[in-house]
């Protein structure tokens, strides 16, 4: 899915696999009331502005996203980080079949979702995790794609400001180009930039 998708009917649309279960998941987003959008290339749903949860699906598994998933009670475990030691807030829950997919355990977290919202709590980042500053040419390209991003995330946001670095310190549109397509590699690899010089 490398186009701009502009609706999530569009992303629906463009799945070869995992479009039923998308489609069931996202009536049971919809029917708690928020408010559908596109981001990173795939659905994602507000409440007053804020990213509550979103949608994805992948070769292996589709889930939903909770934004701040690590404020949830999560008593039967449904939930997982996939950065542990890296995310405090993001939280997945993974979707192997469509019977796996349950209305009212998946509806009741998002409502504490909401709430969590409502109330003022939520996980700030530090100023040890201050946000990465992304090149526009980077920033579009993973929009473009979810896939690329969930690979993103799997970085540090040290790896990921010295990818942004690398882009944004070439002097030439062409340089710039040339270096994206080398972080684009590295993502796909889940290499570092520097780690062939590592030992």
């Known amino acids: 899915m ?6 999530v ?6 799945l070869q696999i995992w479009r039923e279960e998308v489609t069931l998941l996202r009536e049971i987003v919809l029917s708690t009331g928020l408010t559908e959008t596109i981001k990173w290339g795939g659905p994602c749903y507000q409440w007053q502005q804020n990213n509550v ?25 449904f939930l997982m980080n996939a950065q542990e030691g890296k995310t405090k807030a993001m939280r997945q ?29 939520k996980i ?8 990465v500053i992304l090149p526009q040419l980077l920033q579009s390209t993973l929009d473009a794609d979810a896939g690329l991003y969930e690979k993103w995330l799997l970085f540090s946001p040290s790896s990921q400001r010295e990818f942004a670095e690398y882009i944004s310190e070439a002097k030439r549109d062409t340089t710039r180009k040339d270096r994206l397509q080398k972080v684009l590699e ?13 030992k």
């Not at 490398?2 to 609706?7: D, I, N, Y």
């Not at 009917?9 to 463009?14: F, L, M, N, V, W």
């Not at 949860?53 to 475990?77: C, E, N, P, R």
């Not at 079949?97 to 709590?121: D, H, T, V």
């Open 9 to 14: 009917d569009e992303y629906i649309g463009h």
């Open 93 to 121: 829950w993974r979707f192997f079949s469509k019977n796996e997919i349950l209305n009212a355990p998946i509806r009741e977290y998002i409502f504490e979702s909401i709430e969590n919202f409502r109330i003022g709590k």
């Open 124 to 131: 700030v980042a530090t100023a040890k995790d201050k946000v």
């Open 186 to 198: 590295l993502i796909g690899e889940n290499k570092n930039l520097h780690d062939k010089y590592k």
């Open 2 to 7: 490398s186009s701009k998708l502009t609706s």
């Open 53 to 77: 949860v979103g949608l994805a699906a992948f070769k292996s598994y589709t889930g939903i996203w909770f934004f701040q998933g690590g404020l949830l009670d999560d008593k039967q475990q």
